[in-house]
């Protein structure tokens, strides 16, 4: 489903991607984890083709189709969505007429509208959001948990092919890690992916995933199984810092 080769992306005359590679599969939940500083969101960022970062090098590739120098509005309509370390508040415009006309710039189609609200109303006991927030402008005075439930019912209604979840998990306590590891199981399904980003180990506590990787320094030093995450909650990232 998507592919990285050799990529080489760099920031504000920084290098800092250094020859990334990476597959994910229909089908697979794979973690990147690393240290501050390792590349982690400019992974992310990198996929969909953020101007804030410069690919030196390399390719992204998306269902066999290179998607390395699209903008981030054709490749969102690819079928890629990304949720956001801090997500954006946008005043006066609601959760509902969001969601509505995003879902009508992927799908091309008009939202149903009664048939759409019963499935906004679905998700969000289900990620036992307040059903009230759903006539509020998007994010606005929302606590950061919140925040990521709603990028987490963004994700459901979206029904992207890959899910990338930047930090999704950072700043919240164990009940909304548990709602946030319950969606990503409610959208998991044989046909799309799903990329997390993080750099602990919380959000795997609830969740079973297919690969972790380490990304130290720019580059994948090594791969494993949800075993490799317990021993990076346990031993920290110094083992792997040496490594080229």
């Known amino acids: 489903m998507l592919e990285i080769s050799d990529l080489y992306v760099s920031a504000e005359d920084k290098e800092i991607l250094k020859g990334l590679n990476l597959d994910i599969k229909?089908?697979?939940?794979?973690?990147?984890?690393?240290?501050?500083?390792?590349?982690?969101t400019t992974t992310a960022n990198a996929i969909f083709n953020n101007p804030a970062y410069k690919k030196e090098k390399g390719f992204i590739k998306f269902e066999g189709q290179?998607?390395?120098?699209?903008t981030t509005d054709e490749i969102a309509?690819?079928?890629?969505?990304?949720?956001?370390?801090?997500?954006?508040?946008?005043?006066?415009?609601?959760?509902?007429?969001?969601?509505?006309?995003?879902?009508?710039?992927?799908?091309?189609?008009?939202?149903?509208?009664?048939?759409?609200?019963?499935?906004?109303?679905k998700y969000m006991e289900e990620l036992n959001i307040n059903p009230k927030y759903i006539e509020r402008s998007l994010n606005v005075g929302f606590s950061?948990?919140?925040?990521?439930?709603?990028?987490?019912?963004?994700?459901?209604?979206l029904n992207p092919k890959l899910a990338i979840l930047d930090e999704t998990d950072s700043g919240l306590d164990v009940d909304a890690i548990k709602t946030v590891s319950k969606g990503i199981e409610m959208f998991k399904n044989n046909?799309?992916?799903?990329?997390?980003?993080?750099?602990?180990?919380?959000?795997?506590?609830?969740?079973?995933?297919?690969?972790?990787?380490?990304?130290?320094?720019?580059?994948?030093?090594?791969?494993?199984?949800?075993?490799?995450?317990?021993?990076?909650e346990e031993n920290g990232y110094s083992q792997y810092k040496n490594i080229k």
């Open 66 to 70: 290179d998607i390395t120098n699209l």
């Open 191 to 232: 046909e799309n992916a799903v990329l997390i980003i993080t750099h602990n180990t919380k959000i795997l506590n609830s969740l079973k995933v297919d690969y972790v990787h380490v990304l130290v320094d720019g580059k994948i030093v090594k791969t494993g199984s949800q075993e490799l995450a317990k021993e990076i």
């Open 144 to 157: 950061g948990g919140e925040k990521k439930k709603n990028e987490i019912l963004q994700m459901l209604v």
């Open 26 to 40: 229909k089908g697979e939940i794979h973690v990147i984890m690393g240290p501050n500083g390792s590349g982690k």
């Open 77 to 121: 309509r690819k079928g890629i969505f990304m949720s956001f370390q801090l997500p954006e508040e946008i005043p006066g415009i609601t959760i509902t007429n969001f969601l509505k006309f995003a879902k009508n710039k992927i799908t091309g189609k008009p939202v149903k509208i009664f048939e759409f609200k019963e499935e906004l109303k």
